[in-house]
Antibody, heavy 122, light 107 residues
Framework: EVQLVESGGGLVKPGGSLRLSCAAS????????MNWVRQAPGKGLEWVSS????????YYADSVKGRFTISRDNAKNSLYLQMNSLRAEDTAVYYC???????????????WGQGTLVTVSS | DIQMTQSPSSLSASVGDRVTITCRAS??????LAWFQQKPGKAPKSLIY???SLQSGVPSKFSGSGSGTDFTLTISSLQPEDFATYYC?????????FGQGTKVEIK
């Protein structure tokens, strides 16, 4: 069974840092691209960042570029999001999501974690 | 960036109704379109990829269609467990973008 479990969320002051983790199990993690997607309270879904299976390709939303860093450790089956210079508008539930790897669905998110809440407030 | 526009933003429907949600892309995205369902306080659930293919385990009452810029999600016979918010997302190019969501409520 595919499982994605996020952790690392919490309350942080503006300008602070936080590192989110996503522990993957039930599939060959090293074969899949992964995404971070966030959802501010009462708002819609917003894509944050993507990383390819071998970390060769990395993409960021403009809203986080230069402040957030996505990474992965395939030996530990883990995905990370280092968040620096946090702002109030970064307050959201952060989800990790796996991208489908087969030819027919390549690039489409197929499994999601339960999310971890990040609150940026003084 | 590709803008995704869903309509309506919300709708009220009864159990057994056929419901259709529309998603329009600001430029052509071929069939690189996914649909998700999200219930309050829960993570999104993937329903459809490549505009019309059901994810594994998703019931056939859900169907998707479209290509290019115009797409639809149809629920053939609405059941109580289908009341949720639905999102489309294009994965044709970065930045990946979502529609604003369509909330399906009980009439």
């Amino acid at each position: 069974e595919v499982q994605l479990v996020e952790s690392g969320g919490g309350l942080v002051k503006p300008g602070g840092s936080l590192r989110l983790s996503c522990a993957a199990s039930g599939f060959t993690f090293s074969s899949y691209s992964m995404n971070w997607v966030r959802q501010a309270p009462g708002k819609g879904l917003e894509w944050v960042s993507s990383i390819s299976s071998s970390s060769s390709y990395i993409y960021y939303a403009d809203s986080v570029k230069g402040r957030f860093t996505i990474s992965r450790d395939n030996a530990k089956n883990s995905l990370y999001l280092q968040m620096n210079s946090l702002r109030a508008e970064d307050t959201a539930v952060y989800y990790c999501a796996r991208e489908c790897s087969s030819t027919s669905c390549y690039g489409a998110p197929d499994y999601w974690g339960q999310g971890t809440l990040v609150t940026v407030s003084s | 960036d590709i803008q995704m526009t869903q309509s309506p933003s919300s709708l009220s429907a009864s159990v057994g109704d056929r419901v259709t949600i529309t998603c329009r892309a600001s430029q052509g995205i071929s069939n690189y379109l996914a649909w998700f369902q999200q219930k309050p306080g829960k993570a999104p659930k993937s329903l459809i990829y490549a505009a019309s293919s059901l994810q594994s385990g998703v019931p056939s009452k859900f169907s998707g269609s479209g290509s290019g810029t115009d797409f639809t999600l149809t629920i053939s016979s609405l059941q109580p467990e289908d009341f949720a918010t639905y999102y489309c997302q294009q994965y044709n190019s970065y930045p990946l973008t979502f529609g604003q969501g369509t909330k399906v409520e009980i009439k």
